[in-house]
């Protein structure tokens, strides 16, 4: 689906580059998470996924199409990215104009349009604020619109640069549930940018950047095993898994390392407690 | 938020007026603007005074806030009046005042102006009270669409004014912001010689600019990951449609507009 | 410095068709040199509320009362006053920065304030060693750098004015964890070894309750209750019906007293307390 192949990036009178020789391979229908420290270069690898960077050497391909000035419109069809900041990603005067806009740039026929933008606000059960003004709107509505307005588009690929730091956690709860529900039933490809890490252990895989290389790409239960060498990359290891780093030193452990506090509470129950 | 002046203001209604389309009531306007300067009768201003208040009242804007919101206008039509009446030089001589030789003709002829006036600031203010400014925009996309052949970027003006309209308020809340922010810092920008007022605007204008300028970079990369390719060739999902009560508004405007025309003509 | 609001009502836009009650019937006191955090959803008047703790906003009528100043009513000149003695960083402070250098950043208040400039220069170092940059940022543009740093000179910008109250509006949002910590430390820190109270403002419920020592909770521009961290953890229930997430721990303590029976105390929920009632549970055996 997605392939980097030697890529190397560095921005327009910077002296050193954000990556150098980075490969990497996204299969269809992952769900792979980029966490890192600020500065890692995590978003400048959401914006080569989708031509808002191109690489300064080495190949990004699309669906085996290649990331050009010239293919990149294509690919964004493909491609679609939710931004960090709510407020900077409204581009249309209401809820509808904003989903609309989208499909307005691939010039959908209007009947199409209203098919599709009803369909995607009920999937990210915006429905009831069609009408509504983004100034009317709080932070996680906002996403939730920027996520419809994707949605419409019918990508194959969403990407997420850190599209849950800016909300309060009602907001972000309910922005994960619904990329969780996206990706179960439509089978899209789901990127996520985070330095949250609980958001990260929901996804299929977890590839951690450091000072523009690779530092760690597998499942999230052997990365949060990683414990406390998470610090060494300016990462906060969540709270079951510094529960469970006490546990193991006292030899109590579990099957596999826990992903979140029921899966551990479980577990301890039934190895140990059940009669 | 300042709320002292309310020319540009929407407040969301249900009324006859709110539900017109936008095009009706631009053209109404122009149509009444029209007829305020073809006629110089006295008893059709109380005519006119009539239709405004009806507009007013059929708008369900409570006329309190429209007096209140519009204070600054009514110094300029007071003043414009006493202007009239001071300096205007035809007719009969009535009295003096302090030297100055009253005529009736400058009651008459400051009545008039500043009659248009206000009737012209009121009408105005209630198009934008009750029309969202992106039908404002659609409306006027619409007037001008036969100059896209000449080749001016009517669409891309379009998509400009609606942007514009769209960071209004957050802009607004950004310079609220800024402002409070500095202030909190010690920064007091309205006291003191002008010259210091204006040097102690740059901490509130710098970060706006900066800040407008990250916005504009952002929000055209978010436009461009969206596939936002240029104004042209795109499809459009807003419309506005002309219903049968707008036809009938705009016929009896036209209507009477004219035979105001004749009559007084 | 002891803040108190009584009866505070605030209204934006009164007797307009756009009126909106921001806040309403407010009556609590942060104690001086309390570590006060007033949490509530976005939109439940937190940032009306904090706008009152220096006068930028005064009560629509009730009364708030800080140190010897009291609001409504107060002219300019103790008005400024007020401001010096309490600091304000709003959330995002990195968009207030505008000077050439971090230095006139820093300045900036002080002379605003007409405080001892040349006294305060050779504090410059340390106020940047405070929040985590060093003296080398001194003579840098504000904009050539990174927006963590940014908001750690904004934040230094308030911090030099040494003010008894410090106010701050989610001063962590954006950072990395690591960055996220070492404000929270430094705002202990200012607190405990500073005396300074300290006032934050957030929806974090985790900042919130491993920081503060008073919870001011607010709901709908109400005031839903005034309450310790330690009492917080019992009404779980209660705070996610007024939208507030509880932090992990809490969550994670809740889950394993239904689940496995463990004897919960009521102290507060660390990693080290939470693992030891595991190992004491689960040393109890299956026959407890």
Same mark, same amino acid.
């Given at each position: 689906m997605i392939e980097l192949e030697q890529v190397s990036f560095r921005y327009q009178n910077e002296a050193s580059h954000v990556f150098e020789n980075l490969n990497l391979t996204i299969e269809q229908g992952e769900w792979v998470a980029i966490v890192g420290r600020n500065g890692s270069g995590k978003s400048t690898l959401a914006k080569l996924l989708n031509g808002l960077c191109l690489a300064t050497s080495g190949v990004v391909r699309v669906n085996h199409t290649v990331i050009t000035s010239e293919?990149?419109? =294509?690919?964004?069809?493909?491609?679609?990215?939710?931004? =960090?900041?709510?407020?900077?990603?409204?581009?249309?005067?209401?809820?509808?104009?904003?989903?609309?806009?989208?499909?307005?740039?691939?010039?959908v026929p209007r009947d199409t349009m209203i098919k599709r933008i009803d369909q995607s606000l009920e999937q990210v059960d915006m429905t009831a604020y069609k009408n509504h003004e983004p100034s009317r709107l709080s932070g996680g509505q906002k996403q939730r619109v920027a996520l419809a307005s994707v949605l419409a588009m019918q990508p194959e690929v969403i990407v997420l640069d850190e599209a849950t730091s800016m909300l309060d956690p009602i907001g972000k709860e309910q922005v994960l549930s619904i990329i969780q529900e996206l990706h179960e039933q439509l089978d899209v490809t789901v990127i996520m940018v985070t330095h949250d890490l609980n958001e990260a252990a929901l996804a299929d895989r977890v590839i951690t950047l450091n000072e523009g290389t690779v530092w760690f790409d597998g499942k999230p239960r052997?990365?949060?095993?990683?414990?406390?060498?998470?610090?060494?990359?300016?990462?906060?290891?969540?709270?079951?898994?510094?529960?469970? =780093?006490?546990?193991?030193?006292?030899?109590?452990?579990?099957?596999?390392?826990?992903?979140?506090?029921?899966?551990?509470?479980?577990?301890?129950?039934?190895l140990y407690l059940k009669t | 938020m300042k709320q002292s002046f309310i020319l540009g203001q929407y407040i969301p209604r249900d009324s006859f007026i709110h539900r017109l389309?936008?095009?009706?009531?631009?053209?109404?306007?122009?149509?009444?603007?029209?007829?305020?300067?073809?006629?110089?009768?006295?008893?059709?201003?109380?005519?006119?005074?009539?239709?405004?208040?009806?507009?007013?009242l059929l708008s369900t804007i409570p006329i309190t806030y429209l007096i209140k919101g519009l204070k600054p206008v009514w110094w300029l039509v007071v003043i414009t009046f006493i202007f009239h009446v001071l300096f205007q030089r035809d007719g009969e001589a009535l009295f003096d005042v302090f030297g100055f030789i009253i005529y009736d003709q400058g009651f008459i002829q400051g009545g008039e102006i500043a009659s248009r006036l206000l009737l012209m600031i009121v009408m105005a203010t209630l198009l934008t009270l009750t029309t969202p400014p992106l039908a404002i925009t659609d409306a006027m996309r619409w007037f001008l669409?036969?100059?896209?052949?000449?080749?001016?970027?009517?669409?891309?003006?379009?998509?400009?004014?609606?942007?514009?309209?769209?960071?209004?308020?957050?802009?607004?809340?950004?310079?609220?912001?800024?402002?409070?922010?500095?202030?909190?810092?010690?920064?007091?920008?309205?006291?003191?010689?002008?010259?210091?007022?204006?040097?102690?605007?740059?901490?509130?204008?710098?970060?706006?600019?900066?800040?407008?300028?990250?916005?504009?970079?952002?929000?055209?990369?978010?436009?461009?990951?969206?596939?936002?390719q240029g104004a042209d060739h795109r499809t459009s999902y807003r419309q506005i449609a002309f219903r049968t009560m707008d036809y009938i508004i705009v016929c009896l405007m036209t209507t009477a507009t004219v035979s105001i025309y004749l009559m007084t003509g | 410095m002891e803040i108190v609001f009584e009866d505070v009502d605030y209204i934006y836009?009164?007797?307009?068709?756009?009126?909106?009650?921001?806040?309403?019937?407010?009556?609590?006191?942060?104690?001086? =040199?309390?570590?006060?955090?007033?949490?509530?959803?976005?939109?439940s008047g937190k940032s009306t509320l904090l706008q009152q703790l220096n006068g930028l906003l005064q009560p629509t009528s009730g009364t708030v009362t800080i140190g010897n100043t009291r609001l409504p009513g107060v002219k300019a000149k103790p008005l400024k006053e007020l401001r010096r003695r309490v600091g304000l960083v709003f959330q995002y402070p990195e968009h207030q920065l505008f000077e050439e250098t971090v230095k006139q950043e820093l300045l900036f208040g002080p002379k605003n304030f007409g405080l001892d400039l040349a006294q305060l220069e050779a504090q410059l170092p340390q106020v940047l060693q405070d929040v985590g940059l060093d003296e080398s940022f001194l003579e840098r543009s504000p904009f050539t750098l990174s927006g963590g740093q940014m908001k750690r000179v904004a934040l230094a910008s308030v911090l030099i004015l040494d003010s008894e109250v410090l106010v701050l509006d989610e001063p962590t949002a954006g950072l990395d964890p690591v960055g996220k910590k070492q404000l929270l430390q430094l705002f202990r820190y200012l607190n405990e070894e500073k005396g300074k109270t300290v006032v934050l403002v957030t929806h974090n419920m985790e900042d919130a309750?491993?920081?503060?020592?008073?919870?001011?909770?607010?709901?709908?521009?109400c005031i839903d209750r005034v309450t310790s961290p330690k009492h917080l953890i019992e009404k779980r229930d209660q705070l996610e019906a007024i939208g507030l997430a509880p932090p992990e721990s809490i969550k994670f303590v809740d889950y394993m007293k239904q689940t496995l029976d463990v004897n919960w105390n009521g102290h507060e929920a660390t990693v080290v307390t939470v693992s030891q009632a595991l190992i004491n549970r689960i040393k109890a055996g299956a026959n407890k």
């Open positions: 293919s990149k419109h =294509q690919v964004r069809t493909q491609i679609g990215m939710v931004f =960090q900041n709510p407020e900077n990603q409204f581009v249309g005067t209401t809820v509808a104009d904003d989903v609309a806009f989208g499909l307005e740039n691939l010039a052997e990365f949060l095993e990683k414990g406390d060498q998470l610090h060494e990359v300016g990462l906060e290891p969540p709270f079951v898994t510094k529960v469970y =780093q006490q546990l193991s030193r006292q030899s109590i452990t579990v099957t596999q390392e826990p992903l979140h506090y029921e899966e551990l509470v479980d577990e301890l129950w039934r | 389309d936008p095009r009706t009531k631009i053209i109404s306007l122009i149509l009444f603007v029209i007829t305020m300067f073809v006629i110089d009768r006295l008893f059709i201003y109380s005519l006119l005074y009539g239709f405004v208040l009806g507009c007013v669409a036969p100059l896209t052949r000449l080749g001016l970027p009517i669409n891309e003006l379009a998509i400009m004014m609606a942007i514009s309209l769209r960071l209004i308020p957050t802009m607004t809340e950004e310079m609220d912001k800024i402002s409070k922010a500095q202030a909190a810092r010690g920064l007091d920008y309205t006291r003191g010689r002008l010259r210091d007022r204006l040097k102690a605007l740059l901490p509130l204008l710098i970060p706006l600019f900066i800040s407008a300028f990250k916005r504009a970079e952002a929000l055209a990369m978010a436009m461009e990951a969206r596939g936002y | 836009q009164p007797n307009t068709p756009l009126e909106h009650v921001a806040l309403q019937d407010l009556s609590f006191t942060i104690p001086s =040199q309390s570590f006060t955090a007033i949490v509530g959803r976005t939109g309750m491993a920081y503060a020592d008073q919870l001011v909770v607010l709901n709908d521009g």
